[in-house]
C-alpha cells in the first residue's frame, strides 16, 4: 500500500516548489530588467527583484513555522514559464513589441505565483498555522500588485508602441 499522505504533506511541497519558483524569478528579473526598453519597466522589474528578497525570507520563517528545513523541490512550471519568456525576449530583441512581450511574460510569472500562494493561504488556514498566514498573505498582496502595475503598464504604453498602426 501506498504511504498515506496528508495536506501536511502537500502544504510542504507546494511550499517547497514556491520556495524553488521564487529564486528562479529571482535570478530572472535581472535579464527582464536588461531587456526592458523603458526607464519605468527597468525600474519596475528591478523593484520587484528586491520584493523577491523578501518574500523568500518570509518563506524561510514559514519553513521555519512548519518546523521544516527551508528547502526548494523543481518546478517545471516556472522553468517553463521563465523559458518562454527568454525565447520572447530572444526572438523580439529589436522589435517594438518586446514591451509587450516581456509584460507578457512577466504576468505569466505572477499568475502563477498568485494561484500557489492563494491555495498555500488556504491551507495554512485549515491546518492551524496562524502564524504563517499574514507571512503568506503578504508575498499574495506584492504579486497581486505587481501584476496590476504590469497590466497597466501594458496598456498605457507597450501595446501601443508595438502595433503597427501606432
Ligand atoms: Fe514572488
Ligand atoms: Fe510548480
Ligand atoms: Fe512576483
Known amino acids: ?19 524553488y519558483a521564487e529564486r528562479q524569478i529571482l535570478k530572472a528579473l535581472p535579464k527582464m530588467a536588461r ?3 523603458s ?3 527597468k525600474a519596475g522589474f528591478l523593484r520587484h527583484r528586491e520584493e523577491t528578497e523578501g518574500q523568500i525570507e518570509r518563506l ?25 519568456g ?8 529589436a522589435s517594438p513589441a518586446l514591451h509587450a512581450g516581456l509584460i507578457s511574460s512577466a504576468r505569466a510569472v505572477e499568475h502563477y505565483e498568485i494561484a500557489r ?7 495554512a488556514k485549515q491546518l492551524g498555522l496562524k502564524d504563517a498566514i499574514p507571512l503568506l498573505e503578504q508575498n499574495l498582496a506584492e504579486e497581486i ?11 498605457t504604453s507597450a501595446n501601443a508602441k508595438g502595433s503597427k498602426a501606432a
Open 117 to 123: 500562494y492563494g491555495t498555500l493561504i488556504a491551507w
Open 145 to 155: 500588485a505587481t501584476d496590476k502595475k504590469l497590466t497597466k503598464l501594458g496598456e
Open 39 to 41: 526607464e519605468e519597466g
Open 86 to 93: 527568454e525565447e520572447i525576449m530572444e526572438d523580439y530583441k
Open 60 to 84: 524561510q520563517q514559514v519553513f521555519e513555522i512548519f518546523g521544516k528545513a527551508a528547502r526548494g523541490k523543481t518546478c517545471e512550471a516556472i522553468q517553463g514559464i521563465i523559458a518562454e
Open 35 to 37: 531587456a526592458a526598453q
Open 1 to 19: 500500500m501506498a504511504t498515506e499522505k496528508t495536506l501536511d504533506d502537500l502544504f510542504l511541497d507546494t511550499l517547497k516548489d514556491i520556495y
